[in-house]
């Protein structure tokens, strides 16, 4: 009688490990407007240790080092907001006249296709075949922009306690128990971890933006600072992050030019992303972030659902985040272990010596 109460116990902790999943999603989502922004300050305050520590080994008192990192913080944010606001008052100014110019050639576009037998219109889903549906969306991406702009005064308090006791912290563990000491000293890699990657991203995204500006200055393509910041902004977004900040200047070309000049500024940001995004990027990460590209994909989509915008740009350090809390639970470690990409073949040399008829190694029958 003992043996299905035995044969169940795995259904129901599955069960049950499903649900309390569940209730962790659910409560996480509800919890955006709070979790988020501490999220984004947690993430600064990784970008800024390096600043805030080599401060620290220097002598600089705590106070001085919080309010020099944090005004290094400042100067970064203001600019890229004032570059920013400037592009986008540039374009509101000359934006109707490119919405028309787009809707004739878009018009002209599929009525010639429509001739060779081709029907585009009946590809696009009806609502978005209006231009209020395109309207719509980037104001609702510009409201949502905005709306987490206003956490801001949480995100830097957060930013200024997070650095304070950043500083205190050594000397905290140090009034702990070993046991317990050693246990919190064991995940110190995550923060390394998440600093390495971040700090990588963050230089890579720069260099991107600069290029796709460079680039689409040179073929005389209009905006090429609010192309640039895009790009360095969308950088950050796995997966899609390439085609969202391709299809803007691809569109300001086609508007403005021809499709020529168009398909040209396509493939420059083709070539970044596959030089810069893919293979710079790729090597100096090295297989230190060890996620699926499933994975990944399925993280910016779990993480937008969750957080919107916010949740996209930190989809890949929260997934990488729980992959090592993973990683350091015997328990839980065969999730981690799914999480990972597959993993290169070993080198020849690596590789164990073929046996020989008899059984021996091929080394040793020599």
Request: hydrophobic residues 60%; glycine residues 10%.
């Amino acid at each position: 009688m003992t043996r299905p109460a035995t044969a169940d116990r795995p259904s129901l902790r599955l069960i049950a490990g499903l649900a309390a999943t569940v209730l962790v999603v659910a409560g996480v989502r509800a919890a955006e407007p709070v979790l988020a922004p501490l999220a984004f300050a947690l993430f600064l305050a990784l970008l800024a240790q390096p600043l805030f520590e080599g401060m620290r080994r220097r002598g600089v008192p705590v106070g001085v080092a919080v309010l020099v990192t944090l005004v290094a913080l400042g100067i970064v944010v203001a600019l890229f907001v004032l570059l920013l606001l400037g592009s986008l008052a540039e374009f509101r100014e000359v934006g109707p006249h490119y919405y028309a110019s787009l809707q004739e050639r878009l018009a002209y576009t599929v009525e010639w296709w429509a001739g060779k037998g081709i029907v585009i219109r009946d590809w696009i889903p009806p609502k978005w075949q209006r231009p209020e549906a395109i309207a719509g969306l980037a104001g609702g991406t510009v409201k949502g922009a905005l709306t987490f702009l206003s956490a801001s005064a949480v995100v830097g308090l957060t930013l200024v306690f997070l650095l304070f006791e950043g500083a205190a912290l050594p000397a905290k563990l140090g009034r702990l128990p070993p046991r317990v000491r050693e246990r919190i000293g064991s995940l110190a890699h995550v923060s390394a971890e998440l600093q390495r990657y971040l700090l990588i991203k963050t230089a890579m995204s720069a260099l991107i933006g600069i290029a796709a500006g460079l680039w689409v200055a040179f073929l005389g393509v209009d905006f090429p600072v609010l192309c640039g910041l895009l790009a360095f902004a969308c950088h950050f977004i796995p997966n899609v992050g390439a085609l969202i900040a391709g299809a803007p200047p691809v569109l300001i070309a086609f508007v403005q030019f021809d499709p020529a000049k168009a398909l040209a500024v396509a493939l420059g940001y083709l070539v970044l992303a596959l030089l810069l995004g893919n293979l710079l990027e790729s090597a100096l990460m090295g297989r230190r972030l060890g996620l699926s590209p499933l994975v990944v994909f399925v993280s910016l989509v779990v993480w937008g659902w969750m957080w919107g915008a916010v949740g996209m740009f930190l989809s890949v350090p929260l997934t990488l985040t729980l992959k090592i809390l993973l990683e350091s639970s015997p328990e839980l470690r065969w999730i981690a272990t799914l999480l990972e990409g597959v993993p290169a073949a070993a080198p020849p040399a690596a590789r164990a010596p073929a046996a020989t008829a008899d059984g021996s190694s091929p080394g040793a029958a020599a």
